[in-house]
């Protein structure tokens, strides 16, 4: 490791010749530095060396990634958020016309409600008046066929007694004929004339 | 004479025994007659901490327009979620996010502090820290569980008929199928663990040779391929599962 380190700063300082040094140092490399971890004997501690823990080449290469990662990703994300806000806002968008359309529909609904309550009232309004128009015409019907008939029954009483009475007379007139055939012999003819004759005089 | 110090050096590689050919030492921790890799685990609870901390914070306070690192996790979960959903199909993919999600993003935040965080601040007792990927331990657990899985998937989709794939399309395909079995963990935990090391290496050594700047292509490269590696390894085990729940009866038009 030390020679590794020496070896490092020296390079540091002749940089400008890499091209030129890498062969001939990269052969002078102490190879056995591959086993890595030889010179680590310690327990837990930290290395600050530069060099060593490469840290300029990560820093490096952590600067470019987020320097390039961050437009990347950051347009990607980007893109995906407006991606879903736009999706979120289309459905919230259909979410509102959805519950406009339902709102008008219900207030539809409603008036159709009333409508139909209306026509209800309506139906039940002329059913009643239907009802007393065509109980009043019953009755009033029902009053002149108590009349007609009132009258019917009158004129037929009228009719049977004056056929009672026409019958009863001829039925009289026929037995006071028939008396009269039976009981009228001259002699009774006789008493009667007189009997008349004599009240005549009175 | 430049040379044959390098010559030397490997001849001296292979000396040494079989063991010592693992990159670096490790910081053991002793538990029982197990030997744990310290430093596997410290890393792994340092990524594990990353995930749940963005988890927290992305879920804290969830707006129904997502900004910041809500939306960004969102991202994260949208990505995994079609992932799944390619692989594995619409109609069994859903309960098989959590898993493939875990292990995409485990992967690929471990793989990233390995290329990112700088590890060799914290010196160790014993090796040094790097990305969790880069022990073979860690990827074969990975990839045995994601044997695990598909065995599992298959099994409750289908029960003992799940034995029914290694006979499709023809019998013929048995033993490559039973061979797929043990190469299909095999294959997933070696690749991301060699990419990794590969990785990590290759810029530790181009860092030892030129400290400065040179390193930086292979650094962006090595992020480039970490990335892609934990993608691999999350698609090829959303296919794995979505393979053993496969309808091979008379679902053949749906392909």
Known sequence: MPSASKFCKSFWEVFPLVSLSIVTFAARVPMHWLLLGEAEEGGFGLNFSLLDTNLINLVIIIGVLVYFGRGLVGKTLAERRSQIEAAIKEVEDRKKSASAALAEEQQKLAQAKTEAERIRQNAVESAERARTAILEETEAELVRMQEAASQDITSQQERIARELREVIAARAVAIAEDRLKSGLNSDAQQQLVEQSIASLRG | ?255
């Open chain 2, 1 to 255: 004479m430049y040379l044959a110090e390098p010559l030397n050096y490997l001849s001296h590689i292979h000396h040494l025994p079989i063991a010592e050919l693992e990159v670096g030492k490790h910081f053991y921790w002793q538990i029982g007659n197990l030997k744990l890799h310290g430093q596997v685990f410290l890393t792994s609870w340092f990524v594990i901490g990353v995930l749940i901390i963005a988890a927290f914070l992305a879920s804290r306070r969830s707006d129904r327009i997502p900004s910041g690192i809500q939306n960004f996790m969102e991202y994260a979960l949208e990505f995994i979620r079609d992932l799944a959903r390619g692989q594995i199909g619409e109609k069994e993919y859903r309960p098989w996010v959590p898993f493939v999600g875990t292990l995409f993003l485990f992967i690929f935040v471990s793989n990233w502090s390995g290329a990112l965080v700088p590890w060799k601040l914290v010196e160790i007792p014993g090796g040094e820290l790097a990305a969790p990927t880069s022990d073979i331990n860690t990827t074969v657990a990975l990839a045995l569980l994601t044997s695990l899985a598909y065995f599992y998937a298959g099994f409750r989709k289908k029960g003992l008929g799940y034995f029914g794939n290694y006979v499709q399309p023809v019998p013929f395909m048995l033993p490559f199928k039973i061979i797929e079995d043990f190469t299909k963990p095999l294959s997933l935990s070696f690749r991301l663990f060699g990419n990794i090391l590969a990785d990590e290496l290759v810029v530790a050594v181009l860092v030892l040779l030129v400290p400065l700047f040179v390193p930086l292509p292979v650094m962006a490269l090595g992020l480039f391929t970490s990335a892609i590696q934990a993608l691999i390894f999350a698609t090829l085990a959303a296919a794995y599962i979505g393979e053993a729940m496969e309808d091979h009866g008379e679902g053949h038009e749906e392909h």
